[in-house]
């Protein structure tokens, strides 16, 4: 039997350029910035994370290449082993007190943290509750637990509680997962009344900040600290590498669930320390964002001069929201492509995002505090153009 076990590959391929879906990643010729060179033209930088605008930062940088210099390029084992570096306890405090908990750990990545401490949580006998729209990994997180995983409509309290009140008496522990800013449209979860269901179900809640760390909060906090909800128990999550500028993520909570994680985490124990690079970078990420709100001031007047113009001026259909991610519902998958490519002509850069990441296709904007005036008023009319196009 001559038969190709790999065929199947080329098939499914076929199926996903078919269906407008296929992906492939597209090079930033330039240091990280409101402005960035793509195939040698300079386009105008809407498809970033780095809100606060300190990937580019020399003080990272700088901290950056200090590190390598003393600790070396690589942290050459697992944090148990011959990884751990004082750099990454301190990281690890000063993310704790810009949190306001007990303590904290980092991880190779926000996906790695979601994983980690979901798995260690919770396990056959237990339920989660996960909203619809949560991030990739706070699913997979649930599905490797082994626990019961269902899911609650999107930021819908009253959904929620019917499942609690269905399912949360037949199951030892529950586990409430949902992202703090969702990444696709940008909105809140409704965070203090979640909690208080929680309470009064008796569940834990891990909320994913990766959005709004650096971003909600008067210290930068995330939305924990928008609402009002900082000491309550409560597992955060988030990445280091969206508004903190480098790379990592991390898990902060109470003394014992930290201490509980480093014994627990696979995806922690198992996997090599951060980088001295990043963890230093991430470090000065950290003092900046406690440091400097202006720049927080900055990236809100930002959100709420592009609102202004797009919604109230121009009446463009995008989701309205606090965040500064948001989203231009189009059609379909070919349509998204040929709005983001549109875009590119007109001197934007703003990511198409299509099934199977998202159920409605579209064209999602995120903005930094370091776009100006003239970026955001480009950004408001190639848009209107794309939607004539639609
Ligand atoms: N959670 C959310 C909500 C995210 O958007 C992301 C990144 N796209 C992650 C977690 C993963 O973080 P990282 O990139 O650090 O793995």
């Known amino acids: 039997m001559n038969a190709d076990p790999y065929a199947w590959i080329e098939k499914s391929l076929d199926t996903i350029r078919r269906a407008h879906w296929y992906r492939s990643p597209q090079s930033i010729e330039s240091s990280p910035g409101p402005v960035v060179e793509l195939a040698g033209r300079r386009l105008i930088n809407f498809a970033s994370n780095d809100y606060l605008g300190l990937a580019g930062d020399d003080r990272l940088i700088q901290a950056a290449i200090a590190a390598t210099k003393e600790f070396g390029t690589g942290a050459t084992g697992s944090r148990l082993l011959s990884g751990h570096r004082d750099l990454h306890r301190e990281l690890e405090l000063a993310i704790a007190n810009l949190k306001q908990t007990e303590d904290a750990l ?15 949580v919770v396990g056959k006998r237990d339920l989660i509750l996960s909203d619809k729209y949560n991030h990739s990994s706070l699913k997979n997180g649930a599905a490797l637990s082994g626990a019961t995983a269902l899911e609650y409509s999107h930021c819908n309290l009253e959904d929620l509680t019917v499942k609690l009140e269905q399912n949360r008496a037949r199951y030892r522990k529950c586990l409430i997962i949902t992202d703090s800013v969702f990444s696709m449209d940008g909105d809140l979860c409704p965070l203090p009344q979640l909690l208080a269901l929680a309470g009064k179900f008796n569940c834990m809640v891990l909320v994913d900040e990766a959005h709004a760390t650096g971003v909600f909060g008067a210290s930068g906090a995330g939305c924990a600290e928008h609402f009002g909800c900082t000491g309550t128990p409560l597992m955060q999550v988030g990445t280091l590498s969206k508004a903190l500028g480098s790379l990592g993520g991390y898990v902060a909570g109470s003394a014992a669930l930290i201490d509980f994680l480093r014994n627990r985490a696979a995806s922690w124990i198992y996997t090599t320390a951060l980088t001295p690079a990043d963890a230093a970078a991430a470090l000065e990420a950290v003092r900046i964002v406690q440091q400097e709100p202006e720049r927080r001031v900055r ?13 109230t001026n121009h009446q463009l259909p995008i989701t309205n929201s606090l965040s500064p991610i948001f989203s231009l519902p189009l059609k379909d998958a070919a349509a998204a492509l040929i709005g983001g490519s549109k875009l590119k002509e007109m001197g934007i850069f703003a990511a198409a995002i299509r099934p199977p990441t998202v159920s409605v296709s579209r064209i999602r904007i995120s903005l930094m505090a370091t776009h100006e005036l003239a970026h955001l008023e480009q950004l408001v009319e190639a848009l209107e153009q794309v939607l004539s196009f639609d």
């Open 106 to 120: 980092v991880f190779s990545s926000g996906y790695l943290a979601n994983l980690g401490a979901i798995v260690s």
């Open 299 to 311: 990236l809100r007047q930002n959100i709420e001069t592009f609102k202004y113009c797009a919604i």
